[in-house]
């Protein structure tokens, strides 16, 4: 059965906070304790933190089932071949028809939305049409779906040792291993997965 080619929507404006607690911009880590199997070893770009909740999208879960060549058929943009072409992945277990582009900010279009200084969220056919034709942003990747929080939920989870966080830089945002980006990303905080097992949030 053929997968249901994801819309486009338009993202409604929402604050990119880093400061007072925020961790927007910022990756989430899952403990190794993390006991919801969607998230188990997940590495999570936090896309949105506010008192409204949070919402983020996983970078380490490869999507099976459709490439990116299959991706502009089912939506009609053309080229088919395309001069370039981005991975694909399984952004959470929200709206898993949606279509996100996660991306350097060299490129942006209308509604595009900052993350942080160096990284953009899309979720406008105009970035794949751009992709398509060889031009578009320096790295980025489309994610179908996306992880969502409600007010207080992800802090309640750092809380309870769910999270860690780490800074996010471009080697761990758009690097090629996704099957070692859970422990690159434990790597950066200098943290032996092994000797994890009730830390405490890294603030």
């Known amino acids: 059965m053929a997968r249901r080619a994801p819309t486009a929507p338009t993202p409604r404006p929402t604050p990119f906070l880093t400061g007072d607690g925020y961790l927007a911009g910022q990756l989430l880590v899952a403990m190794p304790t993390m006991e919801d199997p969607r998230f188990a070893r997940t590495v999570i770009c936090l896309c949105a933190h506010s008192a409204e909740g949070a919402m983020g999208i996983v970078l380490n879960k490869p999507l099976e089932g459709l490439s990116f060549d299959d991706l502009l058929g089912q939506l009609g943009l053309d080229p088919v071949p395309p001069q370039r072409r981005i991975r694909l992945v399984s952004g959470g277990p929200v709206e898993g028809g949606r279509g996100f582009v996660l991306h350097t900010a060299d490129w942006e279009t209308e509604g595009s939305l900052r993350v942080s200084d160096a990284v953009a969220l899309t979720a406008s056919v105009d970035i794949l049409k751009a992709i398509a034709g060889g031009g578009g942003p320096k790295e980025g990747f489309l ?35 996704a099957g070692d980006l859970w422990r690159q990303a434990l790597g950066k905080l200098h943290v032996d997965p092994a000797a994890l097992s009730g830390f405490a949030g890294h603030a």
């Open 143 to 177: 994610a179908l779906g996306y992880a969502g929080w409600g007010p207080g939920q992800l802090e309640a989870e750092i809380q309870q040792n769910a999270w860690l966080n780490v800074p996010a830089d471009e080697s761990l945002l758009f690097g090629q291993n």
